[in-house]
């Protein structure tokens, strides 16, 4: 189980979740237009979700069905950055 920020936080990269997070497993770096969940350091408290203004963040299960490729997208980050920058460059436009 792990929490996974979908296309509400792209060009909004508010970072509340950021700043609540107890483990810090929530990353992002100059070139993103988005936040993303490290899947194994996630350890479920929820507390992000409650702290998105906009609402980007769910719990992989509960992941609605037209943003599901964010769960492999806050993955991916991790092992290839300019692949998901990439593929959330296109999901935006
Ligand atoms: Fe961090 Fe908790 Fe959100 Fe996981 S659920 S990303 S541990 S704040």
New binding site residues.
Partial sequence: M??VIGSACIDVMDQS?IE????D??YVEDDDRMCF?EPDE????????AACPVGA?FRDTDLPSDIAEFANLNKLWFEDKDATRRRVDALAD
């Fill in positions: 792990t929490f979740c609540v997070c107890p483990v497993c929530i969940v996630c350890i479920d408290c929820a507390v992000c979700e963040i």
